[in-house]
């Protein structure tokens, strides 16, 4: 506890490097332009405090941003209805090959400013330095298989069917408009693993940063302007409900990419007045239960949990928010689990080694602590050591024993270091729980029978996603479908499902006849269409 009274620095102990940035932002991207917002900003406010030299502790507010009126967002969504001109704009009517080289441009240049989002990165939602660069990598690596994904996808195009007396090509083409907003846990790589497939497929986009970690996009708005046509992605900036709602509202939003809560998530598409023109791609909540079975490889279940529910504390839509450990090794469970959770280092984001970190999100502590309380009162212990102590935005995790169902914890996504534990006799109970769960995303199980597994596999192919074996929950690799049933997602994403998602296949069809045949050999002789080509990308 000594450590933790002691996490944050003083001034002079943060490392030159990672000084603290400020950026007060005016810029935002409308129609090719950075413009420059005059009205009010909204604190950039990070979850670090530092001692100042009188004594006292505050909190770091590292910038500012554009707190943009629904005016302004409409200006946004006007420009990228021009560029997409009712599909006859000039980026939804470019071949594959051109649009690509955009996104390569992009790409390029998105390189050259890692080290300046890596720190935003820590500064704005406490990610340790490795999974800041991590995600950074991770977003770039996206982008590169997003072409890699898409030449093939072209490639398998280039092809005519005849089916019938018919012969057809068929090509996937864009929806309109992309309105893309992500969450601020992975506010760089989820956000553009629905932004770039997008853009690729030849719509055009408004892109709303996440709550928090909205300052990193700052160094990429150059590179969107100078790598895309006027209007073709449109950044802006402000209150979710004044801007993203006076956009939805419209009616002309075509496609919505939206990574957060399933409230937050309907609360904006009812507001769209046209709801067969929406198309909605959703990752949402999840409670992804851990069973742990008495064959199971103790150790290897005890690190796949411990990472599996404490990376980035547990901020991850995919982590372990519940663990069901079967009562015949509870306790030894228990004990190993506890002994691994006290060798995770807390600290700062930059610190070597470190793994808990401070919560970017303000009341967030004073939540996970009722959670706790609430679980205590029902008959829970803490059984850790330290567990739920906390110092301002810091809060040391939590190991709940025994969880039952009257506690909040059984069925709130905490969405942080609280990690609550079930023992359990039969495999029915967290059959039941995932059965009965309003979540599907993920579910993984840890014994090392076959025939265990087989069961469990079976009860839940028709629950959940991803079933992971002796494994933790992860949306990875990029190129796994990743989905969820009921209030966990709308539509799957992967690199290939996201081009999917982001377009439509039309048809160009003709019966068979010679006649016919000799028309359409001309039209790809004489190169005369964009969409009605055999051309092979390599
Ligand atoms: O927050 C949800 C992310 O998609 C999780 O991705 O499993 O790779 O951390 P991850």
């Known amino acids: 506890m000594e450590d933790l009274k002691e996490i944050f620095p003083e001034s002079h102990q943060i490392p030159a490097e990672v000084q603290v940035p400020f950026t007060e932002q005016r810029e935002y991207l409308i ?27 505050t909190q770091q507010v590292i910038g500012k941003t554009p707190l943009m009126d629904s005016a302004t967002a409409l200006q946004a969504l006007d420009a990228a209805l021009r560029a997409y001109n009712l599909g006859q704009g000039y980026w939804p009517t470019r071949s594959v090959a051109e649009r690509i080289a955009h996104v390569e441009k992009f790409l390029v240049r998105m390189r050259t400013v890692r080290s300046e989002v890596v720190n935003l990165l820590m500064w704005e939602i406490g990610k340790t330095r490795k ?10 690596d996206y982008i590169a298989d997003t072409i890699k994904a898409l030449k093939e996808l072209d490639r398998n195009s280039a092809k005519f069917t005849e089916e019938q007396g018919f012969m057809a090509q068929i090509r996937r083409v864009p929806l309109g408009v992309a309105l893309c907003m992500g969450p601020y846990n992975y506010p760089l790589n989820e956000t553009f693993s629905t932004l770039i497939p997008a853009l690729i497929m030849g719509n055009t986009v408004v892109f709303k940063p996440a709550k928090y970690g909205v300052l990193l996009i700052r160094p ?3 590179a969107f302007r100078d790598s895309f046509p006027p209007g073709v992605i449109n950044v802006i900036y402000g209150k979710g409900r004044e801007t993203v709602g006076a956009l939805m509202e419209t009616g002309k939003v075509d496609v919505f990419a939206f ?16 709801p067969n023109r929406l198309k909605a791609i959703l990752g949402l909540d999840a409670k992804n239960p851990a069973i742990v079975l008495p064959d199971a490889d103790l150790d290897n279940a005890i690190s796949e949990c411990l990472t599996g529910s404490l990376s980035f504390n547990g901020q991850r839509c995919t982590a372990l928010k519940i663990l069901f450990v079967h009562k015949k090794i509870v306790n030894e469970f228990l004990w190993k689990f506890t002994e691994a959770v006290k060798q995770l280092k807390p600290g700062m984001p930059w610190e070597p080694g470190v793994s808990l970190t401070p919560l970017p999100e303000p009341g967030k502590t004073d939540y996970l602590d009722a959670l706790v309380k609430d679980a205590v009162q029902h008959g829970a212990r803490i059984v850790n050591e330290n567990g739920g102590k906390i110092n301002r935005t810091f809060f040391y995790p939590a190991v709940l024993y025994p969880v039952n169902e009257k506690m909040r914890v059984y069925v709130e996504e905490q969405f942080g270091p609280v990690i609550p534990v079930v023992p359990f006799d039969h495999d029915e109970e967290p059959i039941q729980y995932v059965v009965n769960s309003n979540y599907g995303q993920q579910v993984s199980v840890f014994s090392s029978s076959g025939k265990t597994l087989a069961r469990y596999i079976d009860a839940f ?15 990875g690799p990029d190129t796994f479908p990743f989905n969820g049933r009921k209030d966990s997602a709308e539509g799957t994403l992967s690199v290939a499902d996201a ?3 982001f377009s439509i296949r039309t048809v160009v069809a003709t019966k068979a006849t010679d006649e016919n045949k000799q ?14 080509s055999t051309d092979y990308l390599i």
């Open 461 to 475: 192919t028709n629950q959940v996603g991803r079933i992971n074996l002796n494994t933790q929950c992860q949306r």
């Open 131 to 140: 999974d800041s660069e991590k995600e950074f990598d991770r977003t770039c």
């Open 499 to 501: 081009l999917r998602a």
């Open 31 to 57: 129609d090719g332009e950075l413009r420059e917002w005059t009205g009010n900003l909204a604190p950039v406010v990070s979850p670090v405090f530092t001692k100042q030299s009188d004594g006292t502790w």
């Open 259 to 274: 990574i957060g809560t399933h409230k937050g998530a309907n609360d904006l598409k009812r507001l769209h007045p046209k």
């Open 519 to 532: 028309i359409i050999s001309s039209i790809i002789r004489n190169r005369e269409s964009v969409f009605l």
């Open 220 to 222: 990429l708005l150059e």
